[in-house]
């Protein structure tokens, strides 16, 4: 036993290869513990058994090879590695173990080959198995039987592939062997529970007796779908899902469903076998299919037939075979043939699926024709063959034959259309039915359902019901209608019988119906391409053009006018909205309409209708224009009104007056009533024929256009056209043509029959009359506007001179665009809301290629002329194509139908004369152009031969191919290449030139498609032999072409694709998916409709993006570059860009070693993302070390290799620092010119320079350190932030350097460190500063906590992280630090924050030891004898600092370019532009008040800073407020201390609290409400927050629409909070409008706003939701009554006003918005009889002129409800009643009164009202003799003083009003004008007193004041208005100018005349005026205005609130004009400011 031992020592590896059975077996023993004890996957100890395991298992033993087997297992299962050994294992488990007696080692053989499927390497383990079948031991062929069938049942069909399974199950089902026969049957059974169905047809021809004992064991299977029940190691989180559900009991049914959805649906096709059948076609079948006897002929389909049935063809050239089955099905007279031939192309079509497709078009017209045979068995044949072939293509693809058919005559051929599409539509998902498709179908069938034969009318209706049912209502209501009521239930009732195939939309793969299982294939791809299909309708505008294209002259979807009704429904998205209101109407008799119209004319009126007397004619006229103005549309006849105009003298009227007053009421009836195209004929002539004339020319004008505008345009243009050119008169045919321009701009494009209006510009370009020729034109340039340049081809023969003038116009109109439409009734009518207005925006620009008329050049392609093409000399074969040529030039625009022409071209696209192919491929290229987008169905079989022409030899055949391609590509867009296996059997070919040319043209294409068929994988193979390819060329283009593969197909799939490479080429070619996959591009945008236009070309590059795509924030400046393949879209980055960016992606390796010309920074798109996934994903190490290794090195090389010029990466990594300098330079040189670039490297920069922090040599850190400053100066400009990645891979490093003894380095790394809070956030920046303080390097101590202390000066104590207290802890153990300096520094950095923060930092600071303690105490104490001398040192380190910090406080993570003042102007628009979409909720909401919040974030940090720390700021030329201001003496009352206390600091402290209401956080929110809740609340404060009414109300409505937007959608927020901050806002708002003061300073910008957020918030369905939310809507309502009854009752009015002409403008806005915003405007109106007094109505009645222009009568009446209008007459009337004949005085800001519909309607109520007998003259005698009148009564008396305040008011005769109140009250001195005076502001009250003071000095001649006690000349303008607006302290808010100091000394002027103090010396001020510019008219001031005054002094207030020592003297900041109380000289009493300043910071403490 010795030798025992000698092995016992051996190390295990070694024993388990050991001679000795026992030793192998300890080894193995000793293996499987060591290997289930390792626990590192990845741990080297697995690398020595790589080669043993296969000896393991086969292992000569039994007893060892049971334990080997074991460990084996163990080994599988634990090792990273194991998968390398699978298929030696898996053959030796095969092969050794499986023949075993043992049982136990079958077991765990199997087991072995499960844990391989398990690691993800099924395939290897499979084939080893299926091999294992091949072997003669039919023991083997068991197990590996059951290996598969355990392997299925536990992993499932999607792992496990069935169909080389299947393959081998017949062969196995005929064993000898019955162990291997019953195992194949469980086996069967076991695929069948996964596939159910699809596995029949494979077994159908196994013994019978065996086929009918599986189909009893089929039966017993459950129904249930099975379960995947064990996972893939990649299957993790599915496992996990699994197990949760097993464990609640469940049977796995709930959660699994997604993934597992797709396992049931196999599809038996993909388990078939193809078989080619072509050569097995009888020899002479095609003589016999000709042949005359039918028994012949019948033959030749009998051997069809049989070969067909076989489920699965091979794809081969079947275009002969289908011609002549088609042949049969159309022209055999047998019907027996037709019904046999129809089966052939039904199995066909089966068995090729997706590969018929290409002859489908030719097909399916014919077997549409054909159903008009009536014998069931053919139609049933027909009906078998068409629903096959519908399968193989798409809807889309077959549409244009299929509308074709369906104007047929014949009922039976209409029916079994109707019901083919119905069948057809079931197939369809919403995706692949697009409205496109839906247009043109439904259009047609609703003809059917209105046919004669109720058979089409059944099939017509079940086919509307299937598109109902699949499209859903609101894509197909559209169409439907002017369908009645009877039938849309009748559709209805069919959608609901409908079932579809999806059964729900799975988007794909589920089996079809009709027992024809279709691949999954099919749905999927039709739903991708569908998806394609509406997608790019933007982008393509070729995609849409297919579908419509009828045969007959136009497309439908553009069908002529003139035949509208015939065309249905298909009009373009233009006409549909006509069409839902089409009026149709019989002709009535004359006898009839003279009925109705005396019926609602007045008689006189009729009889005078033919009067000899023009003058009655005129009067008839006038009664006329008054009866139509008051008609209501329902009542209106117009046919029989416009018939009485045309009775005689009708349009021959002589008199120019009756005639102009005739064509305007045309134009009214046309407006108001339901005009219909009956009528418009009788009228038309006669507008025609006054077109021309002078005076009556623009009314008839007029007229033709509400016509259009009721009739549609095309219609009304066609008919004025051909009119206007039957007739001679020249200036009526260039007068219409004039109109007709300007109709087309107003009207847009869509609709228009082009053909006609050409044949008319032809005969007008052809007129000898210039001003017909010149109108002519000009209606071309408006044509060329929506159509281009396809225009020009129709006037190519014209006269040179013409055409030269031609083009100028359309030179003229280059580059501009299409006007939107304004007219039409599309835009209104009852056609789908937002989408359908994009659509038209699409169908304009698409659809004008399809107004083309095309000519059908079918008939010219003749038998002889495609034999001549086929003829043998190649002679005649060109004659051929010559005269294709000269066919196709002839037509200039064909349609699709070109017969046998394409077969023709593709034999010749291989003629052996080259000279041919290249006139075949130019024939083509002609033929893309003629044909347009219906070049469509031609792709297939004439598009993919000519991409094999790209491998031709000869360079210019192949470059005339690619051209072809390209121009065919252009017309149909890139989806119908893509489809279908054609381009990958193309890249199959192993032909260099082909493949590279091929390669070269996707890699073009793919980039630019939002989405592909899912068809390109089946490229892919073929893409990686390319990769491999022996010609160099063809290896790089596959390169090349590899990243745009990707971006569609993913990198997961396309990394799948390489499993079934050899293990060396996929290796090789992983590398490369990994290196494409970095430069992987993003796939195009989807085209921002909102952007296009708002954007305009050339928005800047950066902003573009943004604003189109509203990126998710937090995205990085990298996604907001356009894409270089998007250069020209970006409109602003350069050209040169866009070049580099593809340069880059083609050649990664750039070879230009000397060429340093190009940039240095090369942008990748996306680069930067993925390099941070990578990151997160741990793919590349993570930047972190303590010194750097190579590796990291080496990493940061190889990502720069792609984005970072090759020369200046070799400077960058050379070993010389020299050269690390050069690299910096170059840098520093670059960095202005390539900042995107920069940007888009940033990451990889920073880290480089992190390397260079490393090095020891000072010139490279110095350098590196100044690149550091301009880059980070330069991302501040750019408002770049640095992502966390950046920041986290460079900061740490950064704060090192801090600690160099050099003083130079650490002050430039401070400066750094300050610049880089501009662009990244102070707090976070602390942590990382926070780090540094830990070092032990004692000078980065100190210098770190230094630098803590500047940022919590700076940025105050919110900096502080994880909070102020934990942080202050950290620094306070810097107090006791053994290094002074260290000690020091902490101690200035505590004593800072107790400087901002005040005694709580003991608090904070929590326990010190005694020592330490007393230290800081003295520190705090020193600090405070020496107040100003630590800002002076900062002032000089930190210049910089101080600058930005306004600016940059909290700086917005995306704020917008502008500094920080105008931000809150920014935001604040935004917000008015947001409101005016009314709460449409964009991305956009959420931004502004987070912005508004950040800004003042800054403030709230600084709680009571009472420091003077930022000397930047003090640059106020204060020398300029001081001068003049001598500290005058008061004259007449000693002003109140309180007064002065109050204003002097409350102003700025009330803007500091107001601006907190607005902040995003709700507890400060509160507690500021709270704070002006207390204030409102006091009596004697409450004065104090006059002035700031508007900025409060503004700051809460900012913060409602902040809860509304951002805080109510905050799932993790507490609602009780919300609610809590809910009713702060509206007890403080409630409080303010108690104060009527107060309340009335709103001014109506700001009321509108206000109701509107008070509105919506009583509208907001999620507040009833909250507990106590009907409480917070119940004060809200209480509020609202407030609001409406306390503010100022003009400005409430108009705010109601233009709030309500919002909000009926707004689409989004709810009709419950407008509704409340009514009662609101009645409960003012219940108010008026009290309120009237103090209104201004003059303001009112302009807001009510505006809102009736914007929404004249005839548009309210439009409305949905009648509120509108009734509201608006309401008030109206209740004015008017109020003032009498008065209102009418009241019209004077109104500019053009006579235009105002205002002024007719007060007009008719004052009619109405009063009798009509002298009140005018009255008004009169009333105005001069009010003065006189001793008693007049009180009425007048108030009438006479609101005349006299009136002119007061108003500019022009403000001294005139003065004089006569002067004299009034003389007069009256009893007269009581207070309640004029107390409505107004006190500014205008002052303004009046002094006014009348003056003029009694002057009267009185008490000697004269100095000019400037009044108020300067140029004052005036501005008082008058204010007054108007009672905005009492903010001036200067009617125009949004800013607002300097100037203005607040203006202010202080008239502060100072109000107590009576001597302004002389102020002559030389500048007036006011000229700092306003215009004295505004008071118009509504919009709180946008008003916040821009108001922005300066809360930005002004902020500036000294950090300011106090600049002491109460410079108060000008805060909004109040101050009375300086020091008596004597400021200079002088320094000493006594200086008092109060200490006084003020001990009060603050």
């Known amino acids: 036993m010795g030798d025992d031992s000698e092995w016992m020592k051996l190390p295990i590896d070694q024993k388990c290869e050991h001679k000795l059975w026992k030793a192998r077996l300890n080894g193995y023993e000793e293996a499987l513990k060591l290997f289930q004890k390792i626990d590192d996957e990845k741990s080297p100890e697995w690398s020595k058994y790589l080669g043993l395991i296969k000896k393991f298992v086969t292992d000569s033993n039994a007893v060892a090879q049971l334990k080997g087997l074991e460990a084996a297992l163990a080994y599988v299962e634990n090792a990273h590695v194991a998968g390398k050994t699978t298929g030696e294992v898996a053959s030796g488990v095969v092969n050794k173990v499986f023949n075993q007696p043992k049982a136990r080692a079958k077991e765990l053989g199997l087991d072995i080959c499960l844990m391989y499927i398990e690691i993800e390497k099924g395939e290897a383990v499979q084939e080893e198995l299926l091999k294992g079948l091949d072997n003669k031991n039919p023991k083997i062929i068991v197990a590996c039987i059951e290996t598969l069938r355990k392997a299925l049942s536990e992993f499932g069909s999607k792992i496990i592939s069935l169909k080389p399974i299947i393959k081998v199950l017949p062969k196995l089902f005929e064993s ?562 004039n109109w007709l321009s300007n109709a087309i701009k107003e009207f847009g494009f869509s609709g228009l029959n082009v053909k006609a209006f050409i044949s008319n510009v032809k005969t007008a370009l052809a007129a000898t009359n210039p001003a017909v020729r010149t109108s002519a034109i000009t209606l071309l340039g408006v044509m060329y506007l929506y159509m281009g340049p396809p225009l020009r081809m129709f006037f190519e023969d014209e006269k040179p001179a013409l055409l030269s003038q031609i083009d100028a116009e359309f030179e003229k109109m280059q580059g501009q665009t299409a006007p939107t439409p304004t007219r039409g009734i599309s835009r209104h009518s009852g056609g789908g809301g937002d989408d359908g207005e994009e659509e038209e925006q699409e169908d304009v620009g698409n659809d004008v290629v399809d107004l083309l008329p095309r000519t059908d050049i079918g008939d010219k392609i003749t038998a002889e002329l495609v034999s001549k093409i086929g003829d043998k000399n190649w002679k005649i074969r060109k004659e051929g194509l010559d005269e294709v040529t000269s066919i196709i030039n002839d037509a200039k625009f064909i349609q699709p139908n070109i017969g046998e022409l394409p077969a023709a071209l593709k034999s010749r696209l291989n003629d052996s004369n080259k000279i041919l192919v290249q006139q075949t491929l130019s024939i083509l290229q002609q033929l893309a152009t003629a044909m347009g987008p219906n070049i469509k169905q031609h792709v297939k079989n004439l598009g993919i031969p000519v991409i094999t022409v790209l491998g031709d030899s000869k360079n210019n055949v192949r470059a005339a191919a690619l051209a072809t391609v390209n121009a065919w590509a252009e017309q149909t ?91 060396t080429s996929k290796d090789q070619v992983l590398a490369m998916l990994e290196k494409a996959k970095a430069n992987m591009p993003a796939k195009p945008a989807p085209p921002a409709k909102a952007s296009s236009r708002v954007v305009g070309g050339a928005a800047p590059a950066k902003f573009q993006p943004a604003s189109a795509l509203a990126e998710d924030s937090g995205s990085n400046t990298m996604e907001s570059k356009p894409d270089p393949k998007k250069a020209k879209a970006g409109g602003t980055s350069s050209k040169a860009k866009g070049v580099q960016g593809k340069k880059v992606l083609s050649k990664p390796n750039l070879k230009e070693d000397d060429d340093k010309s190009g940039p240095i920074f090369i942008i990748v798109p996306n680069g930067k993302e993925q390099r941070m996934k990578d990151e997160k994903g741990l793919k590349v190490l993570k930047w972190n070390f303590t010194t750097p290794r190579d590796e990291y090195i080496e990493q940061l090389k190889t990502q720069m290799s792609s984005c970072v010029a090759k020369w200046l990466q070799d400077e960058m990594f050379h070993a010389d620092f020299q050269h690390h300098n050069k690299a910096l330079a170059v840098m520093i040189e670059h960095l202005e010119s390539e900042k995107d670039g920069v940007i888009s490297c940033l990451d990889l920069i920073l880290k480089w320079l992190t390397l260079r922090f490393f090095d020891t040599n000072t010139s490279v850190l110095m350098k590196a350190l100044e690149y550091l400053k301009l880059l980070f100066s330069l991302l501040s400009q750019e408002e770049y932030h640095l992502t966390e990645n950046e920041a986290s891979s460079f900061i740490p490093y950064l704060i090192l350097k801090v600690g160099e003894p050099k003083d130079v380095i650490r002050k430039d790394v401070r400066a750094i460190l300050n610049r880089m809070c501009l662009i990244y956030p102070a707090s976070k920046m602390f942590t990382f500063i926070m780090e540094g303080t830990k070092s032990k390097n004692s000078k980065q101590r100190a210098e770190c906590l230094e630098e803590l202390g500047c940022l919590v000066e700076s940025y105050g104590m919110n900096v502080c992280q994880p909070t102020p207290g934990k942080a202050l802890k950290e620094m306070a153990t810097h107090i006791g630090d053994r290094d002074n300096t260290v000690r020091n520094a902490a101690l200035n950095t505590i004593v800072t924050v107790y400087n901002v923060h005040g005694d709580q930092v003991f608090k904070l600071i929590g326990n010190l030891s005694e020592k330490d303690m007393s230290m800081l105490e003295e520190r705090i104490k020193r600090s405070a004898k020496r107040p100003s001398a630590a800002p002076v040192r900062q002032a000089e380190e930190k210049p910089q600092r101080t600058q930005n910090i306004s600016a940059n406080a909290s700086m917005l993570r995306k704020g917008p370019a502008e500094d920080m003042s105008s931000k809150l102007k920014i935001m604040y628009r935004t917000y008015r532009i947001q409101n005016r979409n009314m709460g449409s909720h964009s991305e956009t909401t959420h931004a502004v008040p987070r912005e508004f919040q950040l800004d003042l974030d800054e403030i709230e940090n600084d709680n009571g800073t009472v420091r003077c720390e930022m000397p930047a700021l003090v640059q106020h030329k204060l020398d300029d407020i001081f001068e003049p201001v001598l500290i005058p003496e008061p004259k007449i009352r000693a002003v109140s201390p309180h007064f002065d206390d109050m204003h002097s600091n409350t102003a700025s402290t009330i803007n500091f609290v107001i601006s907190q209401v607005a902040s995003g956080d709700i507890n400060t929110s509160i507690q500021a409400l709270a704070q002006i809740d207390e204030v409102l609340r006091q009596e004697d404060k409450a004065e104090a927050m006059s002035g700031h009414i508007d900025q409060f109300l503004i700051a809460t409505f900012m913060q409602l629409r902040l809860i509304y937007n951002t805080h109510m959608a905050d799932e993790k927020l507490d609602k009780d909070e919300i609610v809590k901050l809910y009713s702060c806002i509206i007890g403080s708002m409630i409080s303010l409008f108690q104060i009527e003061g107060l309340a009335r300073e709103a001014s109506t910008g700001v009321l509108k706003d206000l109701m509107h957020g008070l509105i919506t918030l009583m509208l907001d369905s999620r507040v009833e939701d909250i507990e106590e939310g009907e409480q917070v809507i119940r004060s809200v309502n209480l509020l609202v009554v407030k609001v409406l009854e306390k503010s100022d009752q003009t400005n409430i009015l108009s705010a109601l006003l233009v709030l309500l002409q919002d909000s009926l403008l707004a689409t989004a806005s709810s009709p419950k918005f407008s509704e409340l915003v009514m009662k609101c405007l009645w409960r003012m109106v219940r108010l008026l009889p009290e309120t009237i007094n103090s209104i201004n109505l003059d303001r009112i009645l302009l807001d009510i002129h505006i809102f009736m222009k914007v929404f004249p009568k005839e548009k309210l009446k439009q409305c949905k409800s009648e509120f509108p209008i009734r509201t608006l007459k309401t008030l109206l009337h209740t004015l008017c009643k109020l003032k009498g004949p008065k209102i009418l005085d009241h019209l004077t800001m109104i500019d053009n009164k006579n235009e105002s519909e205002l002024e007719a309607h007060l007009c008719r109520v004052m009619k109405h009202s009063m009798d009509q007998t002298g009140s005018k003259a009255d008004k009169d005698t009333e105005k001069g003799a009010s003065r006189t009148e001793e008693k007049a009564s009180k009425a007048k008396v108030n009438d006479i003083l609101a005349e006299i305040f009136k002119k007061i008011g108003s500019k022009e005769n403000t001294k005139e009003g003065l004089a006569e109140l002067y004299e009034y009250k003389k007069k009256y001195s009893d007269a009581d004008i207070e309640p004029f005076l107390k409505n107004s502001s006190q500014f205008f009250q002052s303004y009046v007193e002094r006014g009348l003071r003056l003029i009694e000095t002057e009267r009185e001649g008490k000697g004269r004041i100095s000019a400037s006690t009044g108020i300067s000349p140029q004052m005036e303008g501005t008082c008058v208005p204010a007054s108007t607006h009672t905005v009492s302290s903010s001036i200067g808010n009617t125009n949004g100018e800013e607002v300097g100091p100037s203005v607040y000394l203006e202010r202080l002027k008239i502060l100072r005349q109000r107590c009576g103090l001597d302004n002389a010396k102020q002559e030389d001020r500048p007036p006011l005026t000229s700092l306003l510019s215009k004295p505004a008219l008071p118009t509504v001031a919009s709180s946008t205005d008003m916040l821009h005054s108001k922005l300066s002094q809360l930005r002004e207030s902020r500036e000294q609130y950090q300011h106090l020592d600049l002491d109460s003297n410079q108060t000008h900041s805060s909004g109040i004009g101050t009375t300086l109380a020091s008596p004597s000289s400021a200079a002088a009493n320094i000493d006594d400011l200086k008092k109060r300043l200490e006084r003020i910071k001990s009060s603050r403490k």
């Open 176 to 737: 000898r062997e019955k162990a291997v026969r019953d195992e194949a049957k469980l086996l069967a059974v076991e695929i069948y529970r996964w596939i159910r169905d699809a596995l029949r047809p494979p077994l159908q021809n196994i013994n019978s007796v065996q086929l009918k004992e599986l189909e009893e064991e089929w039966v017993k299977v459950s129904s249930v779908a099975p379960k995947q029940t064990r996972f893939l190691r990649s299957q993790q989180e599915l496992k996990a899902k699994f197990e949760q559900q097993q464990a609640v009991g469940g049977d796995a049914d709930g959660g699994g469903d997604d993934e597992e959805e797709a396992v049931p649906q196999v599809d038996a096709y993909e388990l078939l076998e193809a078989v080619e059948i072509l050569s097995k076609l009888p020899k002479d079948f095609y003589e016999k299919i000709e042949a005359k006897k039918w028994q012949e002929r019948k033959e030749a389909l009998e051997a069809v037939e049989l070969l067909v049935k076989n489920p699965k063809l091979e794809s081969g050239d079947y275009a002969d075979l289908v011609k002549v089955l088609k042949k049969v099905v159309g022209k055999d007279t047998n019907v027996m043939l037709v019904a046999l031939a129809a089966k052939c192309l039904a199995g066909l079509a089966t068995g090729l699926r997706k590969k018929f497709g290409q002859y489908a078009g030719h097909v399916v017209p014919t077997i549409l024709e054909k159903f008009k045979e009536k014998k069931p068995q053919v139609v049933q044949a027909l009906q078998e063959a068409i629903d096959a072939i519908f399968l193989t293509t798409t809807l889309q693809n077959i549409s244009e034959d299929v509308l074709a058919v369906m104007d047929n005559k014949n009922p039976t051929i209409k029916q079994q259309t109707s019901l083919f599409i119905a069948r057809s539509f079931r197939h369809c998902t919403p995706s692949t039915l697009p409205k496109s498709l839906l247009k043109p179908f439904c259009a047609a069938l609703l003809k059917h359902i209105n046919d004669s034969a109720p058979e089409v009318r059944d099939a017509g209706f079940e086919a509307l019901g299937t598109a109902l049912k699949v499209a859903g209502e609101k894509a197909v209501n559209p169409f439907l209608a002017d369908v009645d009521k009877l039938k849309l239930d009748r559709i209805k009732e069919c959608a609901e019988k409908v079932e579809l195939v999806y059964g729900k939309k799975t988007g794909g793969t589920a089996e079809k119906k009709e027992g024809k299982p279709i691949t999954g294939k099919t749905p999927v791809l039709s739903g991708a391409g569908g998806d394609k299909e509406t997608k790019d309708a933007a982008t393509k505008p070729g995609l849409l053009k297919k579908a419509p294209a009828v045969k007959s002259g136009g497309p439908p979807k553009k069908g002529k006018p003139a035949a509208a009704a015939g065309m249905g429904g298909a009009g373009a998205k233009g006409k549909k909205g006509p069409e839902t209101k089409e009026i149709f109407e019989s002709e009535l008799s004359i006898e009839v309409c003279e009925e109705k119209a005396a019926a609602v004319l007045p008689a006189s009126c009729i009889q005078q209708l033919d009067s000899g007397n023009w003058k009655e004619r005129l009067a008839c006229m006038e009664e006329f224009q008054k009866a139509v103005e008051l008609m209501e549309r329902s009542e209106m006849p117009c046919q029989a009104l416009v018939r009485m105009l045309a009775k005689k003298p009708g349009w021959k009227e002589t008199n120019f007056q009756v005639m102009q007053m005739k064509l305007h009421i045309v134009a009214l009836i046309a407006q108001k009533g339901n005009f219909s195209k009956t009528s418009a004929q009788v009228v038309l002539d006669g507008l025609v024929d006054k077109v021309g004339d002078v005076k009556c020319g623009s009314n008839a004008k007029e007229a033709m256009t509400a016509i259009a505008e009721a009739c549609q345009l095309p219609w009304t243009a066609e008919q004025v056209v051909a009119m206007a050119f039957s007739q001679k008169n020249p200036k009526n045919q260039s007068e219409t043509l």
């Open 973 to 1063: 867009g890139m989806k119908e290449w893509l489809e279908g296996e054609d381009l990958a059997e193309e890249l199959k070919k192993e032909n260099p030139f082909l493949r590279q040319e091929l390669l070269g043209w996707l890699a073009e294409k793919l980039p630019t498609l939002r989405s592909v068929p899912s068809d390109l994988l089946l490229c892919v193979p073929h893409l990686y032999s390319c990769l491999e390819d022996r010609n160099g060329d063809v290896r790089k283009k596959a390169q090349d072409a590899l990243p745009f593969f990707m971006m569609h197909l993913g990198f997961e799939k396309m990394a799948k694709a390489t499993s079934k490479l050899k293990p």
